[in-house]
Nanobody, 129 residues
Framework: QVQLVESGGGSVQPGGSLRLSCVAS????????VAWYRRAPGKDSMGMSC????????FYADSVKGRFTISRDNAENTVYLHMTSLKPEDSAVYFC??????????????????????WGQGTQVTVSS
């Protein structure tokens, strides 16, 4: 079965950390750029980070730059998003999606499924005291 499955979400206090995982099955993630998006209640899904397939170049939205780190482990067919110094405004459903390539546009615009071959259902992140 071809799918992307996210995990690692949860509830943390402000300043806390989480590491999200995006595991691919049924296809090889190596050949895809992968982006993380988040969808807050009542808002569109916004690009947060993207990692390329060719040279592992990374891109981040300004709101998470310096706090989030995206990485990939091709042997595990997994992309990670390590989130630190979490803030209440980071609360959202986070999901991963494949892209043909990464550009600044990915992390400054809303998600359009037209540009993703695969995407997952997401994992909830809640940051509150």
């Amino acid at each position: 079965q071809v799918q992307l499955v996210e995990s690692g979400g949860g509830s943390v206090q402000p300043g806390g950390s989480l590491r999200l995982s995006c595991v691919a099955s049924g296809f090889t993630l190596d050949y895809h750029a992968v982006a993380w998006y988040r969808r807050a209640p009542g808002k569109d899904s916004m690009g947060m980070s993207c990692i390329s397939s060719s040279d592992n170049s990374t891109f981040y939205a300004d709101s998470v730059k310096g706090r989030f780190t995206i990485s990939r482990d091709n042997a595990e067919n997994t992309v990670y998003l390590h989130m630190t110094s979490l803030k209440p405004e980071d609360s959202a459903v986070y999901f991963c999606a494949t892209r043909t390539f990464c550009t600044d546009v990915v992390v400054t615009t809303t998600w359009d499924p037209f540009f993703s071959e695969y995407w997952g259902q997401g994992t909830q992140v809640t940051v509150s005291s």
